[in-house]
């Protein structure tokens, strides 16, 4: 587990460079574009995109810029009409007053920074009240500039591909659900000294990422939702849910148990928890081996670890059944 863990954090450094990466050459493109046409008068606004679309954290890249978009222009449009009755620093007021409840009631809710921007850097340049339907024009189509080089950049150098992240966040879990098992199959078995304290956290950590990445993957239209339950995404991601819960289950109530009582060693209780025994569905029973754990605590581990059991063979038969 420790040894997943390690790996993982060491990503984040090339992740980082990566974003690094597409934020310079974006910049360095856009600054070419923009000195190569003499059309684009301030680069602050193409450059300003690049930034915003760059370090945008959701995943979701086309829709957050196509929002970007859509704010940028809904708030040259408003500052416009308003500035033509108001002047000075109430306009500012009066254009967002008007703004925030409009991009609501049209859904386009992440647009509120740029149409903030905007309303803003229209109104306080010098000799605002010289602005027209043409500086409104030129204005948002330098932004749309710099979001559409931002996204170019984003979808060719390093592309995220979350279903192959999905893929081995499952791999890294059921390589620690083996693990733990087996070390606690040994231990039960009085072979070894019982296994280090569960930490459930990194575990955790996996299950809602994974949740999230099929949550980013199922927003992309219903096409892509289609192609995903073909391949039995959501129902693998329901599993390790279970999973999860089952899993932390067992290992507290072994925890608690031994904690009160000394286990001896569990033979029948080992082989059940063995990754590698096949249960053939059959609940645990742990008979006469295990009078020498509470009738409570025996009644408790025979449920939770046989539900236990039964989630990971029907996660063995819809894996099997997915890749004939």
Wanted: aromatic share 6%; hydrophobic share 45%.
């Amino acid at each position: 587990m420790d040894k997943i863990t390690t790996t993982r954090r060491s990503e984040v450094v090339p992740e980082n460079v990566k974003q690094s990466l597409r934020l310079g050459i974006s910049a360095l493109i856009t600054c070419a574009i923009a000195m190569g046409f003499e059309r684009i008068e301030y680069i602050w606004y193409p450059l300003l995109a690049v930034i915003t679309v760059i370090d945008e954290e959701d995943e979701n890249t086309m829709r957050a810029a196509s929002a970007r978009v859509l704010g940028t222009i809904t708030g040259g449009m408003v500052t416009f009409v308003v500035h033509t009755i108001i002047s000075g620093w109430p306009a500012i007021l009066v254009s967002l007053l008007i703004i925030i409840p409009l991009l609501r009631q049209l859904g386009w809710s992440a647009g509120f920074p740029s149409a903030a921007m905007i309303t803003i850097m229209f109104l306080a340049i010098p000799n605002y009240t010289n602005v027209d339907w043409n500086y409104i024009f030129n204005r948002s189509l330098d932004t749309i500039v710099g979001i559409f080089i931002a996204v170019l950049v984003c979808r060719l150098l390093w592309p995220k591909n979350r279903l192959v992240e999905m893929q081995l966040l499952i791999k890294g879990l059921q390589q620690q659900l083996d693990h733990r098992l087996s070390l606690l199959s040994q231990w039960l078995a009085g072979d070894q000294e019982a296994p280090s304290h569960f930490q459930p956290e990194a575990i955790t950590r996996d299950i809602l990422e994974l949740q999230r990445l099929l949550n980013v993957e199922m927003a992309q239209g219903a096409r892509h939702q289609k192609l995903l339950k073909h391949q039995g995404w959501p129902q693998r991601v329901l599993l390790w849910r279970s999973l999860h819960v089952r899993w932390i289950q067992v290992e507290r109530l072994l925890e608690r148990i031994s904690r009160r009582e000394q286990i001896a060693p569990q033979p029948s209780l080992s082989r059940y928890l063995e990754p590698a025994t096949d249960i053939h569905g059959k609940p645990l029973d742990l008979g006469p081996a295990g009078k020498s754990i509470g009738h409570l605590s025996r009644v408790a581990l025979e449920e939770e670890v046989t539900r236990l059991r039964l989630l990971m063979e029907s996660q063995q038969r819809f894996e099997r059944s997915h890749r004939r």
